[in-house]
């Protein structure tokens, strides 16, 4: 089993996480997520974009999200109630995104332009369901309505039971969420581990993100630079595959022994092996 996840000691997050996650109540979020999604979905049907369900990568993408799925749930007790939905949308963008409450909405061009595999589709879902998971949005957003109260209040001393009537509209806000570094490394730590597990290479996970860094940095907008990436990050996506391998194999029924090499990185076997 992979030890507990401690964000590392450079990337201690500032304040009272749960209280900013607090100022705006799960159900709140979901429920502009839903409006969100559902607007989203909308726009892509009156364009002629949303792939129909019968669409091959339709298919592909939905299969692998929903073998995922059920190894998510434990990192989120309100994920059982979830209504899961995964559509594509046919685009040049190269994104996608897992709202809080599980709506899904993958931009063709990140697979296409890509060319990613299904090992590598399948550590994105799992990184970005790791997000919804988790709640980064809710409590990046808290932290916004916490900059909002002025230095002169404390959010602990408002009423916050009655705070989440005044919410402004943040679905807009969830398409383009930029996380931080600690975010990052949380998702892909919990990603990778829901993934492995569901019989999709962890190795996948380092040939992704340096497909997504050279794809999507020359825009000023890039996917990557909603999900930071660089060498820290990259070594500890390698540090914890020595954690992700056994499940992996696992999944697929073989010894460690037994995996191919992919793409050039090792079986990272636990030390002492």
């Not at 996840?5 to 100022?23: D, S, V, W």
């Not at 039971?161 to 509209?169: A, E, F, I, K, R």
Request: with cysteine; net charge positive.
């Amino acid at each position: 089993m992979p030890a507990p996840y401690t964000a590392p000691n450079n990337q201690i997050r500032f304040g009272n996480t749960a209280l900013f996650r607090n100022l705006i109540p799960p159900a709140t979020l979901e429920a502009q997520s839903a409006q969100e999604y559902a607007q989203v979905i909308h726009d892509a049907q009156r364009d002629k974009t949303l792939l129909p369900d019968t669409n091959p990568l339709v298919k592909r993408v939905r299969d692998i999200a929903n073998h995922e799925i059920p190894f998510a749930l434990k990192w989120n007790d309100r994920a059982k109630n979830w209504k899961w939905e995964i559509n594509v949308i046919k685009s040049s963008d190269e994104r996608m995104v897992c709202l809080p409450g599980g709506k899904i909405i993958v931009y063709s061009g990140l697979i296409d332009r890509l060319h990613l595999n299904d090992n590598e589709i399948g550590m994105m879902i799992g990184h970005d369901i790791a997000h919804a998971l988790r709640e980064h949005a809710r409590e990046r957003l808290g932290r916004q309505q916490a900059a909002q109260l002025g230095a002169g209040a404390m959010p602990q001393y408002l009423g916050l039971s009655n705070y989440g009537s005044q919410q402004p509209d943040i679905g807009d806000q969830l398409m383009s969420m930029r996380y931080s570094p600690a975010d990052e490394t949380e998702a892909d730590v919990i990603g990778s581990e829901i993934a492995s597990r569901a019989g999709y290479d962890p190795r996948a996970a380092v040939t992704l993100w340096n497909k997504i860094d050279t794809g999507t940095r020359r825009s000023d907008d890039g996917f990557i630079w909603l999900h930071p990436y660089g060498p820290d990050r990259r070594q500890d996506l390698l540090k914890r595959m020595p954690d992700m391998m056994p499940l992996y194999a696992k999944a697929v029924g073989k010894t460690i022994d037994q995996l191919p090499n992919y793409a050039g990185l090792g079986r990272f076997k636990k030390s002492g092996r």
